[in-house]
């Protein structure tokens, strides 16, 4: 089915570790998100893309990369993962301005 | 970054209307949205206003007025399964970027 998918679902890992979440979707959407929510400051942007290859920051983007080799999908990194990136990550997708993000299920990280 | 505020809580009785305000910056404004977000859930997309107006979505309606930088979503009807965070989200363009930037949320309780 048609659709925004996420992977992993939930992931635990150590101070200081490299982790990747990945976000796929398959309508072909041009503009893809990241976004953190975190309780008391709701979702906030890290990163979005517009199309393959161009990429750019959002409210919150330290300690996070991306890239976008392909429309479908747009990886999210945590280079050296800290405890304040304990958090729910969520990929979204859309057209573009005036179109409504479509929201993958989110990953629950936890930093320890 | 932009402000955009909507109150923290509310409670409402099963069966009557409630009205959650949002106000936001106007600068570079193109369009609001209004998501809901059951707990643990990912956000799913209920509303978009661009124009000054009253948008009707069966037991959901919502309202924009650019110039006062204000929306609400008016919710009728109440039913238990309502219970949820409403989130208002406005897009801005400007020096060739598009971003879409979420209210912290407001977290409304129906109540029997």
């Known amino acids: 089915d048609a659709g925004i998918t996420q992977s992993p679902r939930y992931k635990i890992t150590e101070t200081g570790r490299q982790v990747t979440l990945m976000c796929h979707q398959t309508w072909s959407h041009s503009y893809m998100f990241w976004y953190r929510q975190d309780l008391g400051h709701g979702l906030r942007l890290i990163y979005y893309s517009a199309a393959a290859d161009i990429t750019d920051k959002g409210e919150v983007p330290d300690g996070y990369v991306v890239s976008r080799s392909k429309t479908e999908n747009f990886p999210l990194t945590l280079e050296s993962a800290t405890r304040s990136q304990t958090s729910v990550y969520f990929c979204?997708?859309?057209?573009?301005?005036?179109?409504?993000?479509?929201f993958g299920n989110g990953t629950r990280l936890t930093v320890t | 970054g932009q402000n955009i505020d909507q109150p923290t809580e509310m409670t409402a009785t099963e069966g009557a209307i409630v009205q959650i305000n949002c106000t936001y910056q106007t600068s570079g404004f193109n369009g609001l949205f209004w998501y809901q977000q059951h707990a643990g859930e990912a956000p799913t997309f209920l509303s978009y206003?661009?124009?000054?107006g009253l948008e009707e979505k069966g037991r959901f309606s919502s309202f924009l007025s650019r110039s006062k930088g204000y929306s609400y979503l008016l919710l009728k009807e109440l039913q238990m399964k309502d219970s949820a965070s409403y989130l208002c989200a406005v897009s801005y363009s400007g020096a060739g970027s598009y971003q879409l930037t979420f209210g912290k949320g407001t977290k409304l309780s129906v109540i029997p």
């Open positions: 206003n661009v124009l000054d």
């Open positions: 979204a997708s859309n057209t573009g301005p005036g179109s409504p993000l479509h």
